[in-house]
Protein backbone atom coordinates (compact mmCIF):
# COMPACT_ATOMS: atom_id res chain seq x y z
CA UNK A 1 0.00 0.00 0.00
CA UNK A 2 2.74 2.44 0.92
CA UNK A 3 4.62 1.95 -2.76
CA UNK A 4 1.02 2.81 -4.25
CA UNK A 5 0.65 5.94 -2.42
CA UNK A 6 3.88 6.94 -3.57
CA UNK A 7 3.40 5.99 -7.24
CA UNK A 8 0.18 8.15 -7.10
CA UNK A 9 1.86 11.25 -5.72
CA UNK A 10 4.85 10.89 -8.56
CA UNK A 11 1.54 10.72 -11.00
CA UNK A 12 -0.02 13.28 -10.23
CA UNK A 13 2.68 15.77 -9.48
CA UNK A 14 3.72 14.71 -13.67
CA UNK A 15 0.31 15.79 -15.08
CA UNK A 16 0.28 18.61 -12.72
CA UNK A 17 2.92 19.71 -14.35
CA UNK A 18 2.01 18.73 -18.28
CA UNK A 19 -0.88 20.55 -18.27
CA UNK A 20 1.05 23.90 -17.04
CA UNK A 21 1.44 26.67 -19.64
CA UNK A 22 4.77 27.68 -18.06
CA UNK A 23 7.25 25.00 -16.84
CA UNK A 24 7.32 25.91 -12.87
CA UNK A 25 10.83 27.37 -11.80
CA UNK A 26 11.88 25.33 -9.25
CA UNK A 27 13.99 28.01 -6.53
CA UNK A 28 16.81 25.57 -5.13
CA UNK A 29 17.24 25.77 -1.56
CA UNK A 30 20.06 27.35 -0.19
CA UNK A 31 22.61 25.24 1.20
CA UNK A 32 24.92 25.86 4.21
CA UNK A 33 28.56 26.77 3.03
CA UNK A 34 31.05 24.08 2.89
CA UNK A 35 34.01 24.56 5.31
CA UNK A 36 36.70 22.14 6.01
CA UNK A 37 37.18 23.12 9.24
CA UNK A 38 33.50 22.36 10.60
CA UNK A 39 33.99 18.88 8.28
CA UNK A 40 37.04 17.97 9.80
CA UNK A 41 35.97 18.55 13.03
CA UNK A 42 36.28 15.55 15.15
CA UNK A 43 36.17 17.14 18.73
CA UNK A 44 34.16 15.06 21.06
CA UNK A 45 30.70 16.80 22.10
CA UNK A 46 27.98 15.65 24.33
CA UNK A 47 25.30 13.20 22.62
CA UNK A 48 21.69 14.44 23.32
CA UNK A 49 21.21 11.46 25.86
CA UNK A 50 24.39 12.82 27.74
CA UNK A 51 22.40 16.20 28.11
CA UNK A 52 18.98 15.23 29.02
CA UNK A 53 19.89 11.78 31.02
CA UNK A 54 19.55 11.93 34.80
CA UNK A 55 21.55 9.30 36.89
CA UNK A 56 19.92 6.53 38.29
CA UNK A 57 19.59 7.55 41.45
CA UNK A 58 18.26 10.88 40.26
CA UNK A 59 15.27 9.16 38.43
CA UNK A 60 14.56 7.12 41.41
CA UNK A 61 14.28 10.48 43.85
CA UNK A 62 12.14 11.97 41.19
CA UNK A 63 10.04 8.65 40.55
CA UNK A 64 9.21 8.16 44.20
CA UNK A 65 7.97 12.08 44.54
CA UNK A 66 6.18 11.36 41.20
CA UNK A 67 4.53 7.91 41.94
CA UNK A 68 4.12 8.74 45.75
CA UNK A 69 -0.32 7.49 46.10
CA UNK A 70 0.35 11.00 47.94
CA UNK A 71 0.44 12.52 45.13
CA UNK A 72 -1.38 10.33 42.25
CA UNK A 73 -4.46 12.13 42.24
CA UNK A 74 -2.32 15.25 41.32
CA UNK A 75 -2.23 15.56 36.89
CA UNK A 76 1.08 14.31 35.96
CA UNK A 77 2.56 17.64 34.01
CA UNK A 78 1.71 19.13 37.50
CA UNK A 79 3.70 16.60 39.53
CA UNK A 80 6.11 17.67 37.62
CA UNK A 81 5.52 20.97 38.57
CA UNK A 82 5.78 20.85 41.90
CA UNK A 83 8.68 18.80 42.07
CA UNK A 84 10.48 21.30 40.48
CA UNK A 85 9.34 23.77 42.31
CA UNK A 86 10.73 21.83 45.48
CA UNK A 87 13.85 20.60 44.28
CA UNK A 88 14.61 24.07 43.04
CA UNK A 89 14.17 26.09 45.81
CA UNK A 90 17.32 28.38 46.34
CA UNK A 91 18.39 27.60 43.16
CA UNK A 92 21.49 29.35 42.20
CA UNK A 93 20.71 31.39 38.55
CA UNK A 94 24.35 31.64 37.01
CA UNK A 95 25.26 31.67 33.71
CA UNK A 96 26.52 28.37 33.78
CA UNK A 97 25.20 25.43 30.55
CA UNK A 98 24.60 22.86 32.44
CA UNK A 99 23.75 19.17 31.58
CA UNK A 100 20.36 18.20 33.29
CA UNK A 101 21.74 15.58 35.33
CA UNK A 102 24.26 18.51 36.40
CA UNK A 103 21.29 21.06 36.96
CA UNK A 104 19.94 18.74 39.13
CA UNK A 105 22.74 18.11 41.27
CA UNK A 106 23.99 21.38 41.50
CA UNK A 107 20.73 23.26 41.68
CA UNK A 108 22.37 25.82 39.58
CA UNK A 109 22.94 27.20 36.05
CA UNK A 110 21.27 29.53 33.50
CA UNK A 111 17.77 29.60 31.93
CA UNK A 112 18.73 26.99 29.12
CA UNK A 113 19.96 24.71 31.73
CA UNK A 114 17.04 24.77 33.56
CA UNK A 115 14.56 24.06 30.37
CA UNK A 116 16.80 21.37 29.77
CA UNK A 117 16.44 19.86 33.07
CA UNK A 118 12.44 20.33 32.68
CA UNK A 119 12.57 18.29 29.48
CA UNK A 120 14.14 15.45 31.26
CA UNK A 121 11.94 15.18 33.96
CA UNK A 122 8.63 15.58 31.40
CA UNK A 123 10.20 12.89 29.21
CA UNK A 124 10.72 10.31 32.30
CA UNK A 125 6.77 11.12 33.85
CA UNK A 126 5.42 11.11 29.53
CA UNK A 127 4.66 14.70 29.54
CA UNK A 128 5.08 16.91 26.27
CA UNK A 129 6.87 19.73 26.71
CA UNK A 130 6.96 22.88 24.36
CA UNK A 131 10.10 25.70 24.28
CA UNK A 132 8.65 29.38 24.13
CA UNK A 133 11.95 32.05 23.43
CA UNK A 134 11.40 35.04 25.35
CA UNK A 135 12.39 38.90 24.67
CA UNK A 136 13.74 39.89 27.71
CA UNK A 137 16.30 42.27 28.93
CA UNK A 138 19.71 40.83 27.81
CA UNK A 139 22.69 40.13 30.60
CA UNK A 140 25.79 41.45 28.53
CA UNK A 141 28.71 40.68 29.61
CA UNK A 142 32.49 41.52 27.23
CA UNK A 143 34.91 38.97 27.49
CA UNK A 144 38.04 38.29 24.99
CA UNK A 145 37.21 41.49 22.69
CA UNK A 146 33.56 39.68 22.68
CA UNK A 147 29.79 40.85 23.48
CA UNK A 148 28.29 37.90 24.87
CA UNK A 149 24.30 38.10 25.47
CA UNK A 150 22.28 35.55 27.42
CA UNK A 151 19.15 33.93 25.93
CA UNK A 152 15.52 33.30 27.71
CA UNK A 153 13.20 30.54 26.89
CA UNK A 154 10.10 29.63 28.80
CA UNK A 155 8.43 25.67 29.20
CA UNK A 156 4.82 24.57 28.41
CA UNK A 157 4.04 21.16 30.69
CA UNK A 158 1.18 19.36 29.16
CA UNK A 159 -0.98 17.35 30.82
CA UNK A 160 -0.80 13.89 28.93
CA UNK A 161 -4.84 13.05 30.16
CA UNK A 162 -6.81 16.24 29.14
CA UNK A 163 -9.45 15.41 27.59
CA UNK A 164 -11.37 18.43 25.79
CA UNK A 165 -15.10 19.13 27.28
CA UNK A 166 -17.94 19.10 24.89
CA UNK A 167 -19.09 22.48 23.45
CA UNK A 168 -15.83 23.94 24.42
CA UNK A 169 -13.44 25.57 22.09
CA UNK A 170 -9.75 25.48 22.84
CA UNK A 171 -7.70 27.83 20.97
CA UNK A 172 -4.41 26.79 22.78
CA UNK A 173 -3.79 23.52 25.09
CA UNK A 174 -3.85 23.73 28.67
CA UNK A 175 -0.72 23.85 29.85
CA UNK A 176 1.53 24.92 32.79
CA UNK A 177 4.12 27.68 32.04
CA UNK A 178 7.29 27.17 33.45
CA UNK A 179 9.42 30.17 33.71
CA UNK A 180 12.16 30.65 35.94
CA UNK A 181 13.35 34.03 35.34
CA UNK A 182 10.08 36.21 34.45
CA UNK A 183 10.73 40.18 34.06
CA UNK A 184 8.07 43.21 34.06
CA UNK A 185 9.87 43.56 30.43
CA UNK A 186 9.60 40.44 28.95
CA UNK A 187 8.27 39.95 25.06
CA UNK A 188 6.74 36.76 24.39
CA UNK A 189 8.36 35.40 21.28
CA UNK A 190 7.25 32.28 18.45
CA UNK A 191 7.48 28.80 19.78
CA UNK A 192 10.38 27.08 19.06
CA UNK A 193 11.21 23.77 18.42
CA UNK A 194 12.86 21.24 20.03
CA UNK A 195 15.89 20.57 17.14
CA UNK A 196 16.40 24.68 17.89
CA UNK A 197 16.72 24.06 21.37
CA UNK A 198 19.01 21.54 21.22
CA UNK A 199 20.75 23.77 18.70
CA UNK A 200 20.10 26.30 21.40
CA UNK A 201 22.31 24.65 23.79
CA UNK A 202 25.32 23.50 21.87
CA UNK A 203 25.87 27.17 20.75
CA UNK A 204 26.12 28.31 23.85
CA UNK A 205 29.01 25.26 24.86
CA UNK A 206 30.14 26.52 21.45
CA UNK A 207 30.09 29.78 23.03
CA UNK A 208 31.75 28.74 26.38
CA UNK A 209 34.70 26.62 24.04
CA UNK A 210 35.57 29.74 21.88
CA UNK A 211 36.16 31.41 25.25
CA UNK A 212 38.73 29.11 26.24
CA UNK A 213 40.16 29.13 23.33
CA UNK A 214 39.07 25.60 22.23
CA UNK A 215 38.41 26.38 18.99
CA UNK A 216 38.57 22.07 17.64
CA UNK A 217 35.65 21.81 20.28
CA UNK A 218 33.85 25.29 18.89
CA UNK A 219 33.99 24.05 15.58
CA UNK A 220 32.37 20.33 16.32
CA UNK A 221 29.91 22.12 18.55
CA UNK A 222 28.63 24.15 15.58
CA UNK A 223 28.54 21.42 13.47
CA UNK A 224 26.46 19.68 15.44
CA UNK A 225 24.51 22.87 15.91
CA UNK A 226 23.83 23.25 12.13
CA UNK A 227 22.96 19.93 12.02
CA UNK A 228 19.88 20.28 14.56
CA UNK A 229 18.62 23.77 13.58
CA UNK A 230 20.57 24.87 10.30
CA UNK A 231 18.48 27.66 9.44
CA UNK A 232 18.84 29.11 13.57
CA UNK A 233 20.66 32.37 13.26
CA UNK A 234 22.41 32.89 16.22
CA UNK A 235 24.16 29.03 15.49
CA UNK A 236 25.02 30.85 11.57
CA UNK A 237 25.66 34.26 13.07
CA UNK A 238 28.01 32.68 15.52
CA UNK A 239 30.20 30.21 13.23
CA UNK A 240 30.37 33.13 10.66
CA UNK A 241 32.15 35.12 14.00
CA UNK A 242 34.31 32.08 14.32
CA UNK A 243 35.40 31.43 10.84
CA UNK A 244 36.80 35.18 11.04
CA UNK A 245 38.57 34.71 13.85
CA UNK A 246 40.19 31.68 12.34
CA UNK A 247 41.23 33.39 9.34
CA UNK A 248 38.92 32.47 6.97
CA UNK A 249 37.05 35.67 6.04
CA UNK A 250 35.45 34.46 2.17
CA UNK A 251 33.71 31.53 3.76
CA UNK A 252 32.84 34.27 7.01
CA UNK A 253 31.06 36.27 4.24
CA UNK A 254 29.60 32.95 2.65
CA UNK A 255 27.89 32.24 6.18
CA UNK A 256 26.44 35.37 6.86
CA UNK A 257 25.09 35.56 3.29
CA UNK A 258 23.25 32.11 3.74
CA UNK A 259 21.91 32.93 7.08
CA UNK A 260 20.38 36.37 5.66
CA UNK A 261 19.12 33.90 2.84
CA UNK A 262 17.30 30.91 5.55
CA UNK A 263 16.95 32.94 8.52
CA UNK A 264 13.84 34.70 9.93
CA UNK A 265 15.80 36.94 12.16
CA UNK A 266 18.59 39.06 10.13
CA UNK A 267 19.46 42.00 12.38
CA UNK A 268 22.84 40.74 14.44
CA UNK A 269 23.71 38.73 10.89
CA UNK A 270 23.26 42.15 9.08
CA UNK A 271 25.02 44.70 11.92
CA UNK A 272 28.09 41.61 12.14
CA UNK A 273 28.07 40.85 8.10
CA UNK A 274 28.67 44.77 8.40
CA UNK A 275 31.35 44.88 10.41
CA UNK A 276 33.11 42.25 8.40
CA UNK A 277 32.92 44.50 5.12
CA UNK A 278 34.06 47.76 7.20
CA UNK A 279 37.13 45.71 8.13
CA UNK A 280 38.04 44.98 5.33
CA UNK A 281 37.64 48.12 3.68
CA UNK A 282 34.73 48.12 1.93
CA UNK A 283 33.14 50.91 3.67
CA UNK A 284 30.21 51.33 1.02
CA UNK A 285 28.65 47.85 1.53
CA UNK A 286 29.24 48.17 5.07
CA UNK A 287 27.37 51.17 4.98
CA UNK A 288 24.55 49.81 2.55
CA UNK A 289 24.00 46.85 4.80
CA UNK A 290 23.91 49.34 7.65
CA UNK A 291 21.06 51.17 5.44
CA UNK A 292 19.19 48.04 4.98
CA UNK A 293 19.35 47.08 8.60
CA UNK A 294 17.44 50.49 9.95
CA UNK A 295 14.65 49.48 7.16
CA UNK A 296 14.17 45.39 8.91
CA UNK A 297 11.28 45.66 11.67
CA UNK A 298 12.39 42.55 13.94
CA UNK A 299 10.63 42.49 17.30
CA UNK A 300 13.13 42.76 19.27
CA UNK A 301 13.52 45.75 21.13
CA UNK A 302 16.62 45.32 23.50
CA UNK A 303 18.52 44.50 20.09
CA UNK A 304 17.65 47.49 18.56
CA UNK A 305 18.56 49.32 22.02
CA UNK A 306 22.03 47.40 21.73
CA UNK A 307 22.72 48.67 17.98
CA UNK A 308 21.53 51.68 19.51
CA UNK A 309 24.29 52.33 21.75
CA UNK A 310 26.95 50.68 19.59
CA UNK A 311 26.17 53.38 17.31
CA UNK A 312 26.36 55.74 20.16
CA UNK A 313 30.01 54.97 20.80
CA UNK A 314 31.08 55.33 17.45
CA UNK A 315 29.21 58.27 17.00
CA UNK A 316 26.86 57.56 14.42
CA UNK A 317 24.01 59.32 16.13
CA UNK A 318 21.93 59.49 13.01
CA UNK A 319 22.00 56.01 12.65
CA UNK A 320 21.70 55.75 16.54
CA UNK A 321 18.60 57.57 16.48
CA UNK A 322 16.64 55.16 13.55
CA UNK A 323 17.98 52.24 16.27
CA UNK A 324 16.78 53.85 19.56
CA UNK A 325 13.40 54.87 17.94
CA UNK A 326 12.69 51.36 16.83
CA UNK A 327 13.21 50.42 20.38
CA UNK A 328 11.13 53.26 22.14
CA UNK A 329 8.43 52.41 19.34
CA UNK A 330 8.23 48.37 20.25
CA UNK A 331 8.54 48.47 24.05
CA UNK A 332 7.15 52.71 24.61
CA UNK A 333 6.11 51.63 28.04
CA UNK A 334 9.97 51.38 29.11
CA UNK A 335 11.58 55.07 30.81
CA UNK A 336 15.13 53.76 29.63
CA UNK A 337 14.37 53.49 26.28
CA UNK A 338 12.99 56.46 25.68
CA UNK A 339 15.95 58.33 27.88
CA UNK A 340 18.27 56.52 25.53
CA UNK A 341 16.37 57.96 22.75
CA UNK A 342 16.82 61.57 23.56
CA UNK A 343 20.50 61.44 24.36
CA UNK A 344 20.77 59.97 20.95
CA UNK A 345 18.45 63.09 19.36
CA UNK A 346 20.43 65.48 21.61
CA UNK A 347 23.62 64.05 19.97
CA UNK A 348 22.14 64.44 16.14
CA UNK A 349 21.19 67.88 16.91
CA UNK A 350 17.47 67.46 17.07
CA UNK A 351 16.81 69.39 20.49
CA UNK A 352 13.33 69.63 19.77
CA UNK A 353 12.67 65.68 19.46
CA UNK A 354 15.20 64.85 22.08
CA UNK A 355 12.58 67.55 24.87
CA UNK A 356 9.99 64.91 23.29
CA UNK A 357 11.45 61.98 24.16
CA UNK A 358 12.94 62.86 27.39
CA UNK A 359 9.40 64.33 28.53
CA UNK A 360 8.23 60.68 27.54
CA UNK A 361 10.62 59.32 29.83
CA UNK A 362 9.86 61.28 32.88
CA UNK A 363 6.00 60.91 32.54
CA UNK A 364 6.30 57.04 32.39
CA UNK A 365 8.97 56.56 35.75
CA UNK A 366 7.31 55.08 38.38
CA UNK A 367 9.96 56.47 41.26
CA UNK A 368 9.44 60.04 42.21
CA UNK A 369 13.27 60.27 42.81
CA UNK A 370 14.07 59.37 39.33
CA UNK A 371 11.27 61.17 37.59
CA UNK A 372 12.64 64.40 39.25
CA UNK A 373 16.17 63.48 37.78
CA UNK A 374 14.51 63.33 34.68
CA UNK A 375 12.33 66.78 35.08
CA UNK A 376 15.89 68.49 35.54
CA UNK A 377 17.28 67.14 32.57
CA UNK A 378 14.38 68.25 30.66
CA UNK A 379 14.72 72.07 31.54
CA UNK A 380 18.14 71.98 31.44
CA UNK A 381 18.27 71.16 28.01
CA UNK A 382 14.97 73.50 27.16
CA UNK A 383 17.31 76.19 29.27
CA UNK A 384 20.21 75.15 26.42
CA UNK A 385 17.91 75.19 23.55
CA UNK A 386 17.01 78.72 24.74
CA UNK A 387 20.30 80.05 25.09
CA UNK A 388 21.47 79.38 21.70
Known amino acids: MPLQNSWCFVFSLIWLTACSSVPAQMTPEPVAPASLLLQGANAPVPTLEDI ?3 TAKQQAEFLAYFNDPAHRKVDA ?45 ADIAGVEVEFQSIVSAPVY ?46 ITGPRISQQTFIAMFYRNLAADALLAGQHEQVLALLKTALHYAPDYSAVINLTAVVHRRMQQPQLAEQFYQYGLDVSASKATLLSNYALLKHSQGDADAAQSMLRSLSLLDEHDPYLWYVLGKTAQQK ?72 VD
Open 52 to 54: FRL
Open 77 to 121: HRRVYQFLAQHLSGFDYQGKNYTASEAYALKSGNCISLAVLTKAL
Open 141 to 186: SIESDFMLSSDHVRTFLFNPDFVPEDGKVYFVKPAIVVDYLPAAGD
Open 315 to 386: SQYGDAVTYLRKAAKQAPYMHQLHLELALAYYRNNQPEKAQQALSAAAELVSDSQTQQRYYAKLVALKLHQS
